[in-house]
């Protein structure tokens, strides 16, 4: 049976077919749909973990109980499973265990550009990646043998064009794998460092075993043509190899990577007098060839970028100076568009207000809101990882403290990413007497990656009812005295409490709640916001006054008339969240009846 599948839905059915009974992860572009399509198999039990680490030891723990279980999180998530991560390879498991790191060369969605490969080797970790999605799912069902086979945790790393690009894919079905016995074994599974020391010494004999297996892996194969250039390459770089040389080209494809088979390098190396190493980001397989000292010439990222997509548009233009084919335009019409908040975003009225402050740092986190860095709000003003603002803002306000600067800090993040990292940052500032003002932003759902459910949303991954984790109780129970929650579509109630809580001496949390213009509105939510986005909002043009006043806000429902220099709403986007008409002076913005 063949399906057209993306990378991450042949990894879900991978999976499946691998008789994984266990899966945990945290969303994060792109890697969220894993889970996503791991949640339709009735047979596996999801999750949507709090953090990655989380995710990673909940994968862990069924490991050690006998199910094969799979962690998935973007290349950034792995930073916050590291800690685990290295001591398990230590271990090894008893049922296999699959980690899929989703990296994203370009940085279309993330803070940064990391090469997990780095993480694989470091840690010694198995790997393997995939350059299409039938390889998504082949290597899936590969790493879970190999796993076991050898004791040792795998690592399938992902790039976003793999887990984004469809291919055709040939599905097999479920394999029962059975359960394996727990047995108890301290010897094993309890890292003491007495035990730790000798587990270490067999980690180095079990990387000298994959070795082997890697000069003989069906996923590492020299593809001979005529002529003695050759092209080494992993992942997708293989196919924009492909596409650049085609047939004047032979192909070193590395699909098992750590550890890599130096014979079969060496060898292919051998047959060729030039060489070129395509991967993205780091030189990760350029190195290794390097410490081997093949005779023929290598070009590799003296010649390629060390960022970005090695696209085939990029090979081209290091090889041979040429840049993709375009229809010639006049590039001075094109217009530039900043990405926006939604119409109805909840946020939107916060950061307007926010960004009015005087003497204010706004400590910024990972969400839809981090567009409130850029204009019209220009609200935010550090955002480095999830669960940090609440830290950074700590430190800072600290800072000015001390230098007497009379500068109040402002930290905000999202109800997701409270839970994700920001209940340990809030706990420091409260053990450390900070004087922050922290803002929760719960719009009810993960915004950014796709509206996955949280520990405040009162649904599991499977969409099972669940307890709703109340972020004002979580809040209270960690030593927070002063607690506002807010509708952050009334810019007044937005005014007061940062009034009332900036005037402050100690720590306090302000919590705007209010879901989501795109969210699926559940019962819960339907009962506790009765005024949920049932109206629209018209501009009365014998009021306008054409001041733009209004389009401050940055809302896309909203537009300038430059013929009757009027304001103009747009029937279609409006959701009637009331902010324009707050901020209009002349009362020119009224309900839509």
Not at 44 to 72: D, F, H, Q, Y
Not at 305 to 314: A, I, K, R, S
Not at 330 to 346: E, M, V
Not at 461 to 488: F, N, S, W
């Amino acid at each position: 049976m063949k399906r057209l599948m993306t990378g991450d839905e042949a990894v879900a059915r991978g999976a499946y077919e691998a008789g994984v009974r266990h899966a945990s992860a945290y969303p994060g572009t792109p890697s969220t749909e894993i889970l996503e399509n791991l949640s339709t198999y009735q047979e596996i039990e999801t999750e949507w973990a709090p953090n990655e680490k989380v995710a990673l030891e909940s994968a862990i723990g069924a490991a050690i109980a006998g199910v094969r279980s799979m962690v998935s999180m973007k290349h950034v998530g792995v930073n916050v499973a590291a800690d685990p991560l290295f001591t398990w390879a230590y271990m090894g498991v008893n049922a296999g265990n699959v980690l899929v790191t989703a990296d994203e060369p370009g940085m279309y969605s993330s803070q940064n550009e990391q090469d997990n490969r780095n993480y694989a080797k470091a840690a010694r970790w198995a790997m393997f990646e995939p350059s299409d999605s039938q390889e998504c799912l082949d290597m899936v069902k590969a790493a879970y043998e190999l796993s076991e086979s050898y004791d040792t945790p795998v690592m399938l790393r992902m790039t976003t064009r793999v887990c984004h690009s469809k291919s055709i894919v040939n599905l097999g079905e479920r394999t029962d794998v059975p359960v394996r016995e727990w047995v108890k074994n301290p010897a094993k599974y309890v890292c003491l460092p007495a035990i730790a020391r000798n587990l270490r010494v067999k980690l180095e004999d079990r990387m000298q075993t994959l070795a082997q297996y890697s000069e003989t892996s069906p996923f590492n194969q020299a593809e001979y043509n005529e002529g003695k250039i050759g092209v080494i390459a992993s992942g997708i770089c293989y196919y924009y190899g492909k596409e650049v040389f085609g047939e004047n080209a032979s192909y070193l494809r590395l699909g098992f990577t750590n550890p890599l088979p130096a014979k079969l390098i060496r060898d292919f190396c051998d047959k060729m007098e030039t060489v070129y190493i395509l991967e993205e980001n780091d030189p990760y397989i350029q190195e290794f060839i390097e410490r081997l000292h093949v005779s023929c010439k290598i070009i590799g990222k003296d010649t390629f970028p060390p960022y970005g997509e090695m696209t085939p548009d990029v090979i081209r233009q290091c090889i041979h100076d040429a840049g993709p084919k375009t229809i010639d335009f006049d590039k001075s019409k094109l217009i530039a568009r900043a990405p926006a908040f939604c119409a109805g975003c909840p946020h939107r009225g916060l950061f307007y207000r926010l960004g009015k402050r005087k003497d204010i740092m706004i400590s910024g986190d990972i969400g839809c809101y981090t567009l409130a860095a850029g204009k019209p709000f220009q609200a935010m003003d550090s955002t480095v990882c999830m669960g940090a603002s609440f830290s950074i803002g700590h430190g800072a306000q600290k800072a000015f403290n001390q230098t007497g600067s009379g500068k109040r800090v402002v930290a905000v993040l999202g109800d997701s990413t409270f839970f994700h990292t920001g209940i340990n940052s809030l706990i420091n500032t409260v053990y450390n007497n900070s004087n922050t003002v922290n803002i929760i932003l719960d719009n009810r759902i993960t915004g950014m990656t796709g509206h996955q459910d949280n520990p405040g949303t009162g649904f599991t991954a499977k969409g099972e009812p669940t307890t709703l984790i109340k972020i004002e109780d979580l809040v209270r129970a960690i030593g927070i005295r002063h607690i506002r929650v807010i509708d952050p579509n009334n810019l007044q109630e937005v005014d007061d409490a940062l009034d009332a809580f900036l005037a402050l001496d100690e720590p306090s949390v302000i919590i705007t709640r209010w879901p989501c213009a795109l969210k699926k509105f559940s019962q819960a939510d339907q009962e506790e916001f009765t005024d949920l986005f049932v109206t629209k909002n018209r501009v009365l043009d014998d009021k306008c006054v054409g001041c733009k006043l209004c389009l401050k806000a940055g809302c896309p429902a909203m537009s300038f008339d430059a013929g009757t220099k009027k304001a103009v709403i747009h029937p279609a986007q409006c959701v009637g969240c009331d902010v324009c008409m707050q901020i209009c002076r002349q009362e020119a913005i009224i309900k839509d009846e």
